[in-house]
């Protein structure tokens, strides 16, 4: 039973360009979210699927927005790229409704320059 | 908005002792995660604390909630090196929202 997977493993970008990253849920599980982890610090929430809408967000720009496919899966788009935006993405998942812990992936650790 | 605290952010300790991570929020939450995380690795789920007084023991970890208090706390029994990595809690309330503390690094030494 595969867990949480998120592609790239890590990405280089420059300043103005665009991201996509991309997450494959946990088996069984519906509900995807994503957070940014900046170095030292804890995760914060960007935003959250399910139904392949957004149910809720955290406190990030427009620039970060995001979708989630039929088959579970999601991606978060990041526009017009800052050097403050270097972080690890994480994505975690879950079924919706339930009291079990959500799941992280791996992550993408994307740089900035 | 919900608020998480850890406490201390750094902890060097001696295999064989014992010790307590101790994690306050600031308002109501229904739900309380920790997870343990390798440096450049993910988080990985240790524990979910669901009501008051829970308590969760595996291995070397017990993880308490105390939801009057609005405090959990890790307790680590007889430390080994292994043991080493940042710890995280978290909180939601109603929502899939977690919202971490700054995380408690720790080093266990010989």
């Known amino acids: 039973d595969a867990g949480v997977t998120q592609s790239p493993t890590h990405l280089i970008k420059t300043r103005g360009q665009q991201v996509t990253l991309r997450c494959s849920p946990k088996?069984?599980?519906?509900?995807v979210s994503w957070y940014q982890q900046a170095l030292g610090q804890g995760p914060q929430f960007i935003f959250q699927?399910?139904?392949?809408?957004?149910?809720q967000r955290g406190n990030f720009p427009d620039r970060f927005s995001g979708h989630q496919f039929p088959n579970y899966s999601s991606e978060l788009n990041v526009n017009a790229l800052l050097l403050g935006d270097s972080a690890l993405y994480l994505c975690a998942s879950r079924t919706t409704g339930g009291k079990e812990t959500q799941y992280f992936g791996p992550g993408t650790r994307l740089l900035v320059l | 908005e919900l608020k998480v605290e850890q406490n201390p952010l750094f902890l060097s300790m001696q295999e064989g002792k014992n010790y307590t991570i101790y994690c306050n929020y600031s308002?109501?939450?229904?739900?309380l995660y920790w997870y343990r995380q390798d440096p450049g690795k993910s988080l990985e789920s240790l524990f979910v604390l669901l009501s008051n007084g829970a308590v969760k023991q595996e291995g070397r970890l017990m993880a308490s909630l105390d939801t009057k208090a609005r405090l959990s706390t890790l307790h680590i029994t007889a430390a080994v090196h292994d043991l080493s990595a940042t710890y995280f809690c978290?909180?939601?309330?109603?929502?899939?929202?977690?919202?971490f503390g700054t995380g408690t690094r720790l080093q266990v030494f010989p």
């Open positions: 699927y399910y139904e392949e809408e957004e149910r």
């Open positions: 308002t109501t939450s229904d739900r």
């Open positions: 978290a909180v939601s309330y109603n929502t899939d929202k977690l919202i």
């Open positions: 088996s069984g599980h519906d509900t």
